[in-house]
């Protein structure tokens, strides 16, 4: 089964700033998945990816499958930007059903 | 807006009760995810449903039931309920049974037990 360890846990930065978000997983896997929480309480899904990088607007993710580690980058960070990323892969990686094992949250606070 | 929609938002109720919680996909998705957040564990995973078949089972409770519907809404069915069952109820949805696929995400259901 898999583990995902997240790093940081709490992280404040002042706006403008580029952030870096670091998650490690034990099992090999072929897709992960971060995902962002709002203070209110609902999810989005920000990316998934199974290798190389993605990017959307500000955002950057990275993935390294061969050393189970993905990054999750915001660029000129925002005030917005505050609230907590969460990383997140499948449980086992077999790569059919199967529900996600998810990090601890990373808790990002943006001050103007 | 997920297109995910889950009722109630909250819910509020006693211990030994048993509640329902209700979760509509996206149009088009077959797959229905279960999962549930509290404050010590964080986010699990309890259980999934494609196309009205249970496909895969995590922490879930033998207290706890699930259902998808021919429509292919799905309801999670939480009974004796006791105080550590307060907690965030998420379902998302997706496309394809495989877990290599983007899940879209539900408000959650807040459910508390006084």
């Known amino acids: 089964k898999n583990e995902v360890e997240q790093s940081p846990q709490n992280l404040t930065a002042q706006e403008g700033e580029f952030i870096t978000i670091n998650c490690s997983y034990s099992?090999?896997?072929?897709?992960l998945h971060w995902l962002q929480q709002h203070p209110g309480g609902g999810i989005v899904s920000l990316f998934m990816?199974?290798?190389g990088k993605k990017k959307h607007g500000r955002l950057i993710a990275t993935i390294n499958i061969q050393e189970k580690h993905s990054s999750l980058h915001i660029t000129a960070s925002h005030p917005r930007d505050s609230a907590v990323y969460i990383c997140?892969?499948?449980?086992?990686?077999?790569?059919?059903?199967?529900?996600?094992?998810f990090g601890k949250g990373t808790h990002l606070i943006i001050q103007p | 807006d997920s297109g995910v929609t889950q009722t109630p938002k909250h819910l509020i109720t006693a211990t030994g009760q048993r509640v329902t919680l209700r979760c509509s996909p996206r149009?088009?998705?077959?797959?229905v995810y279960w999962y549930q957040q509290s404050l010590d564990q964080g986010l699990q995973f309890l259980i999934q449903?494609?196309?009205?078949?249970?496909?895969a089972k995590g922490n879930i409770l033998e207290r706890f039931s699930a259902q998808q519907f021919p429509d292919l809404h799905s309801e999670l069915n939480l009974s004796s309920l006791e105080l550590g069952d307060s907690a965030l109820y998420f379902c998302?949805?997706?496309?394809?049974?495989?877990?290599?696929?983007?899940?879209?995400f539900g408000p959650g259901t807040r459910l508390t037990v006084l």
């Open positions: 998302a949805s997706s496309v394809a049974v495989s877990s290599y696929n983007e899940q879209f």
């Open positions: 099992v090999g896997i072929s897709a």
């Open positions: 990816l199974s290798s």
């Open positions: 997140a892969v499948p449980m086992y990686s077999g790569g059919g059903a199967d529900g996600l094992t």
């Open positions: 149009s088009g998705d077959l797959s």
């Open positions: 449903y494609y196309n009205g078949e249970e496909r």
